[in-house]
């Protein structure tokens, strides 16, 4: 008999971005092109002055760097955040193997086994992976559609504080939603925390990809100099997905040194990453302005195609790169999976996240899914008319 | 008042092997030199094999892999331990940031909040650190100095289970004791284990650090097809320590399906660095041969060193790049402190780790220090020298 496992290791949650990888490998095969609207995984190349650090790294030997990020590339990092209107010595940044490993810290950092922190869903499925494993709950607070997925009432949120909560944790922009929060929803989280003594944690790491409005980082609130944490990544923002670099940010000292103890636990972050991240931040706003442009296309080309499909709801999201939509389908599981592997127009298909794997809560989302736009405007447009023509014929139709 | 943080982040240890770094960043300052002997970094080059895949990467993108690792990069590592006497597919392998991410999987994966591993002390100190982030806890068996921290009695070691204990770990061979189990040592620990139904966990990151004899690993056993894991990392053995790259293996698929979904929320290992290490497992036997003849005549000379100072005590220890050894003195934390920032021969010292660090039994190894032999043996020769004059200078030698 095979020795199990504890109950945490059998209640990992498996990630729904990648549920439908094992069909989708296969199908490539058969299909002339897939277009994948899965992933975020941007296509957008990663800035050559990163690669000119690889190509010309002196070695000889690849040694473990600081536990808290080296300290040149802490202060890069401060002097980016100043420009993002968020002051931060480098001592309140720590360097992290990913935004993933800064969520994990964070989350071992302000709870006990058996905490809470409320999300507000549809949210990035893997909040629910990182929770499970530090032995943390994750209790969602379930925004509508019909608000572009905004903030639920505040009365709403503070509903679900219980005496196990220890945080509201949000993604500004939305990974999967898109939304941007307002000023005054950032104001009215700020409030609440306060009265009721919890943090803040809010994922920023699609901070430049607000394409209408400005966005508003916690930090850049005053009042936040013990209960906000933000964790962030440079993965999507310099398309450096396969770096592993992200960073934990807070004034609250009690937080950022637990946080630097689990940093020395683990020694460092990569080494050679960090020189050569150091150079993308030389990149001044018109990399970013760039590279918002291209995004904004694409999030109109998805919209508008939508848009002109019959049944489908979205509102217009301000920022990140997605879209969640809800279809004229029972069950986009079986919608998705339909179109990956029955469907096709001169022999090519789309594959897109179904919705529910976004939500905490059980039976809802089904009928919605998640598109990345992380492909050029064309491709896009062409997509976009498969997943129309798709709906059309699909026999589970609404 | 500063928001306060869980029991868990207040509870986080602080690595011992770190806690020396102000006053030697300080004292770095005054002196000529101080020799390096409390952390673990070869000194060893990198091969420049690797550094060649950084040098011509060809981008444009540092893309995300998958979460277990790129698959052509699990195919070496399953010939690397078939060539270790190890029957591995690579499916029964995933890659990890570090061995670190690695040790944090396992204890997830077979621990619930509360749960215990039994630990031989003293013990790499992280271990600690990964235990407490998630929420379980270290049970610590004592070995001795008098037989070299050989495995404590099989007794000794049964009588520490309990109800909450899910595995015995060990590091084979050991940091901080050098000590190399025995055949019959693994034998006796797979017996107990299977007795019972507990995990053995089996770090060996110093596998070919193995200087009399051979190494024993659990997976070259029979009878671990349900109850081994072996955590490893390529930090030490090719001198990596800052590209992150370790794995998890083992032939329990529930472990390992558990441990891939927990891959799966973090996204993936850094990615460029598995290219270039799919390079250096092209290195033959002589590579390691090379290196192993090069730590050994730096063990001789540290153990000679150790040998030809009063009142010191240890064993020849057979493996890693570590002696612990008693010194004469009541408490080396002191003791380290002194050497660092008080003692100097021709302006130079030496930078020890205390021992007590390594043990999770309160107030013992007080008398200990462990020394890291990564620096070439003239250097090491001549920090011994320090180390003598430095011991019977010190006003709290006893």
Same mark, same amino acid.
């Given at each position: 008999?095979?020795?199990?496992?504890?109950?945490?290791?059998?209640?990992?949650?498996?990630?729904?971005?990648?549920?439908?990888?094992?069909?989708?490998?296969?199908?490539?095969?058969?299909?002339?092109?897939? @277009?994948?609207?899965?992933?975020?995984?941007?296509?957008?190349?990663?800035?050559?002055?990163?690669?000119?650090?690889?190509?010309?790294?002196?070695?000889?030997? *690849?040694?473990?760097?600081?536990?808290?990020?080296?300290?040149?590339?802490?202060?890069?990092?401060?002097?980016?955040?100043?420009?993002?209107?968020?002051?931060?010595?480098?001592?309140? %940044?720590?360097?992290?193997?990913?935004?993933?490993?800064?969520?994990?810290?964070?989350?071992?950092?302000?709870?006990?086994?058996?905490?809470?922190?409320?999300?507000?869903?549809? /949210?990035?499925?893997?909040?629910?992976?990182?929770?499970? +494993?530090?032995?943390?709950?994750?209790?969602?607070?379930?925004?509508?559609?019909?608000?572009?997925?905004?903030?639920?009432?505040?009365?709403?949120?503070?509903?679900?504080?219980?005496?196990?909560?220890?945080?509201?944790?949000?993604?500004?922009?939305?990974?999967?939603?898109?939304?941007?929060?307002?000023?005054?929803?950032?104001?009215?989280?700020?409030?609440?925390?306060?009265?009721?003594?919890?943090?803040?944690?809010?994922?920023?790491?699609?901070?430049?990809?607000?394409?209408?409005?400005?966005?508003?980082?916690?930090?850049?609130?005053?009042?936040?100099?013990?209960?906000?944490? %933000?964790?962030?990544?440079?993965?999507?923002?310099?398309?450096?997905?396969?770096?592993?670099?992200?960073?934990?940010?807070?004034?609250?000292?009690?937080? +950022?040194?637990?946080?630097?103890?689990?940093?020395?636990?683990?020694?460092?972050?990569?080494?050679?990453?960090?020189?050569?991240?150091?150079?993308?931040?030389?990149?001044?706003?018109?990399?970013?302005?760039?590279?918002?442009?291209?995004?904004?296309?694409?999030?109109?080309?998805? /919209?508008?195609?939508?848009?002109?499909?019959?049944?489908?709801?979205?509102?217009?999201?301000?920022?990140?790169? @997605?879209?969640?939509?809800?279809?004229?389908?029972?069950?986009?599981?079986?919608?998705?999976?339909?179109?990956?592997?029955?469907?096709?127009?001169?022999?090519?298909?789309?594959?897109?996240?179904?919705?529910?794997?976004?939500?905490?809560?059980?039976? *809802?989302? /089904?009928?919605?899914?998640?598109?990345?736009?992380?492909?050029?405007?064309?491709?896009?447009?062409?997509?976009?008319?498969?997943?129309?023509?798709?709906?059309?014929? @699909?026999?589970?139709?609404?």
């Amino acid at each position: 008999m095979i020795k199990a496992i504890s109950n945490r290791g059998q209640a990992q949650p498996a990630s729904p971005m990648r549920r439908l990888e094992a069909p989708y490998l296969k199908m490539k095969e058969i299909r002339s092109h897939i @277009y994948p609207l899965n992933i975020g995984q941007p296509d957008i190349e990663t800035p050559p002055s990163y690669m000119d650090v690889y190509r010309n790294f002196p070695g000889p030997t *690849i040694k473990y760097g600081p536990s808290g990020g080296l300290t040149e590339y802490r202060k890069t990092l401060s002097d980016y955040y100043a420009n993002c209107g968020i002051s931060l010595t480098p001592d309140e %940044i720590l360097v992290t193997t990913g935004g993933s490993e800064a969520i994990i810290f964070v989350f071992a950092a302000i709870t006990d086994p058996g905490d809470e922190v409320i999300v507000p869903e549809p /949210f990035y499925a893997n909040y629910n992976g990182f929770a499970n +494993m530090v032995g943390a709950r994750i209790v969602p607070v379930t925004s509508q559609a019909e608000t572009g997925y905004a903030l639920p009432p505040i009365s709403e949120v503070e509903s679900k504080i219980s005496a196990r909560t220890r945080a509201i944790m949000i993604c500004n922009p939305g990974n999967p939603t898109g939304y941007a929060y307002t000023e005054k929803e950032i104001k009215d989280l700020k409030t609440l925390c306060l009265k009721h003594d919890i943090f803040l944690v809010s994922d920023e790491v699609y901070r430049e990809f607000v394409y209408d409005g400005t966005h508003h980082s916690i930090l850049s609130e005053s009042g936040f100099e013990s209960h906000g944490i %933000i964790v962030d990544s440079l993965s999507k923002r310099f398309s450096l997905c396969g770096a592993r670099l992200g960073q934990v940010a807070s004034h609250n000292k009690a937080v +950022m040194d637990a946080i630097l103890k689990m940093g020395q636990a683990r020694l460092c972050p990569p080494t050679v990453e960090q020189y050569a991240a150091m150079e993308v931040h030389k990149l001044g706003q018109d990399y970013f302005d760039g590279i918002r442009k291209e995004y904004q296309k694409r999030r109109d080309t998805v /919209f508008d195609g939508l848009m002109k499909t019959e049944g489908v709801f979205c509102k217009k999201p301000r920022g990140a790169f @997605y879209i969640q939509a809800k279809l004229p389908v029972e069950n986009t599981v079986e919608f998705a999976h339909w179109l990956l592997t029955e469907f096709e127009m001169n022999n090519e298909t789309v594959l897109v996240a179904p919705g529910n794997g976004f939500y905490a809560t059980k039976d *809802i989302g /089904f009928d919605e899914i998640r598109i990345a736009y992380i492909i050029e405007s064309g491709q896009l447009a062409r997509a976009m008319d498969i997943l129309r023509e798709g709906l059309s014929a @699909y026999p589970g139709r609404r």
